[in-house]
């Protein structure tokens, strides 16, 4: 069976940072590329960040470039996200994903964690 298992999240003020995880069990992870998506409250979900099977390339959306950096750890099968400079409208809930190149998802989501940024 599929897991994903994202971790980290919590209210942080405008201008910090957390350091998101997710840890994957059921399919080969180092084989695959790694995404992660976040879902706002009462939004669809959005691309977020993407790294190759390797973690040699990584991918940003246009709104965190320059502010979070994804990384992977094959050897504990955990890929995380690195977000600085937290702003207000990166509330979400965030979620993680095998991703084909096409941007298609493997598997099913899991719970995700949920990083709140508020004064």
């Known amino acids: 069976e599929v897991q994903l298992q994202a971790s980290g999240g919590g209210l942080v003020q405008p201008g910090g940072s957390l350091r998101l995880s997710c840890v994957a069990s059921?399919?080969?992870?180092?084989?695959?590329?790694m995404s992660w998506v976040r879902q706002a409250p009462g939004k669809g979900p959005e691309y977020v960040s993407a790294?190759?099977?390797?973690?040699?390339?990584?991918y940003y959306a246009d709104s965190v470039k320059g502010r979070f950096t994804i990384s992977r750890d094959n050897a504990k099968n955990t890929v995380y996200l690195q977000m600085n400079s937290l702003k207000a409208e990166d509330t979400a809930k965030y979620y993680c994903?095998?991703?084909?190149?096409?941007?298609?998802?493997?598997?099913?989501w899991g719970k995700g964690t949920k990083l709140t940024v508020s004064s």
């Open positions: 790294t190759n099977s390797g973690g040699g390339t990584s």
């Open positions: 059921g399919f080969s992870f180092g084989r695959y590329d």
């Open positions: 994903n095998a991703v084909t190149t096409s941007g298609l998802y493997y598997y099913p």
